[in-house]
């Protein structure tokens, strides 16, 4: 018996919204992939539309908008679900949009659009959501989060060998911290991807997670690696799952291996100075990665480009104070700014306009303290006041709460936590990290923040779709 006409029309539209769905998928996971894996040097891509450069991520979004607006035409109804973590995402992208639009209103221009990535990458969690509603999976995000951040991690390890520099080890410790989390666990707690391993292979991956830890040159790691593997541990009790073979002696004589090598390495003597930005001799690689690490570098009045030197030969201690004094500048400049303006901040724009009495320069760099305040909840405060701030922290404890029941009732239910306990965990890595650096500020590091609070939030959707594993 042949179908009638209207039943013909509904398979086609099925089949047709399908193939979008597909497409939509197949995107979300290449980019996040991409993001992972190639970190600041992907949010570099760009194309020119009529003269105007468009980047990749910002391409993402069009696209990724473009196909949710042709799969709701398609089926006649909306595909996210308008709860109220969406309906705070929302109020969270319309109040961008207006700081952009007062920052261009008053002749900001490039400066007002380059500042409101603070909240529009937050679109990003939307995709995350419509991800899942499509058919996605839990699994997919942290598959591709994990595995880009693990072939990213091996690709600068190869490069920072083959040809030590300092800029090469300021641009690692976004993408280690993630790859340190995953060693730790993969190496000490017993989850379904390192099933298999064998006494050398377990160790050997604790040794190769702490060779990048360690070429990473960032000390703020190893508080993300605390928080990470802190969230982990939590996050399993949370699902009622006991964690067995997790020997405190293991954990402490990783951390005290890295601990004495760091310190070892700083230790050995230096013939000469190295350049700031410059390439590092190969026999004082090791050794010039071990003083950033446990002590920061920096040069009084050195800019990135400048043939300034740092003396690494002297005592690694002296630049951590200057190392935290940075900081603290940068924080307090940000907290005297939000008591000025505590409502409505002081919006999107030029550093040298914004903050007057900060003589900033006209370009804005990451080495300063002018419109960067080195924590990324401050830089939300001071640059929208602490009404959005609290907007944020509403979004993160709504999608938290959403992940955390969605744990519960995976656990409770017998069934795998592995892959939502992964994505726990990396929202600690990213979070804490953004304490001390410009997380919400950095394409690379907004992208996957964004996307594993949309995850978070869409774990609890239930249903056919509410699979982790």
């Not at 600041?40 to 607006?69: W, Y």
């Not at 002297?314 to 004094?325: D, E, F, I, Y």
């Not at 320069?361 to 959005?388: D, F, K, Q, W």
Request: proline share 4%.
């Amino acid at each position: 018996m042949t179908s009638s006409i209207p039943e013909q029309g509904a398979a086609a539209t099925g089949s047709g919204s399908e193939v979008l769905a597909r497409v939509y998928r197949f995107v979300f996971v290449a980019h996040l992939a991409a993001v992972a894996a190639l970190q600041r040097d992907f949010s570099r891509l760009h194309f020119s539309l009529a003269g105007v450069p468009i980047f990749a991520n910002e391409a993402t979004i069009l696209l990724l908008g473009s196909l949710l607006v042709a799969i709701t035409v398609w089926r006649r109804r909306l595909v996210l679900r308008l709860g109220a973590l969406e309906w705070l995402l929302l109020a969270y992208l319309a109040v961008g949009a207006a700081f952009t639009a007062r920052g261009l209103a008053v002749g900001f221009g490039l400066a007002a659009l380059r500042d409101a990535a603070l909240v529009y990458y937050a679109a990003f969690a939307f995709f995350a959501l419509a991800f899942r509603e499509l058919g996605g999976t839990t699994a997919r995000v942290a598959r591709a989060l994990v595995g880009g951040s693990v072939v990213g991690a091996l690709v600068w390890t190869g490069r920072f060998l083959a040809r030590p520099s300092l800029i090469d080890g300021h641009a690692v410790p976004s993408f280690a911290g993630i790859l340190a989390w995953l060693g730790l666990v993969g190496v000490l707690l017993p989850w379904r991807y390192t099933r298999g391993w064998r006494g050398v292979g377990r160790w050997f991956g604790v040794a190769a997670c702490s060779f990048v830890v360690f070429l990473s040159a960032y000390r703020t790691m190893l508080g993300v690696l605390l928080a990470s593997l802190l969230a982990v541990l939590a996050g399993r009790h949370w699902a009622g799952e006991v964690v067995q073979h997790l020997r405190p002696s293991r954990l402490v004589a990783w951390l005290g291996t890295v601990a004495l090598v760091t310190a070892a390495l700083a230790a050995l003597p230096l013939s000469r100075p190295v350049v700031i930005d410059g390439d590092v001799p190969a026999g004082h690689a090791l050794a010039v990665v071990s003083r950033r690490w446990l002590g920061g570098m920096a040069a009084p009045g050195a800019r990135p480009g400048s043939a300034a030197t740092l003396d690494v030969r002297r005592a690694p201690w002296g630049s951590v104070n200057s190392s935290v004094a940075f900081r603290t500048q940068a924080w307090r400049n940000a907290l005297l700014r939000i008591r000025h303006s505590p409502w409505v901040g002081v919006g999107f724009g030029p550093p040298a306009a914004l903050f007057p009495d900060f003589h900033c320069e006209l370009a804005s760099s990451p080495l300063s303290n002018c419109g960067n305040a080195h924590n990324t909840y401050l830089t939300i405060a001071m640059r929208t006041g602490l009404p959005v701030l609290a907007l944020v922290a509403a979004v993160n404890l709504v999608a938290l709460g959403r992940g955390l029941a969605a744990l519960g009732r995976r656990g409770a239910g017998g069934k795998s936590t592995s892959s939502l306990v992964v994505i726990l965990g990396l929202y600690a890595s990213l979070a804490s990290y953004g304490v001390t650096s410009l997380l919400l500020e950095s394409p690379h590091l907004a992208v996957p923040f964004w996307v594993i609070v949309g995850t978070l939030a869409a774990s609890n959707l239930g249903g056919k779709q509410d699979h982790t594993a």
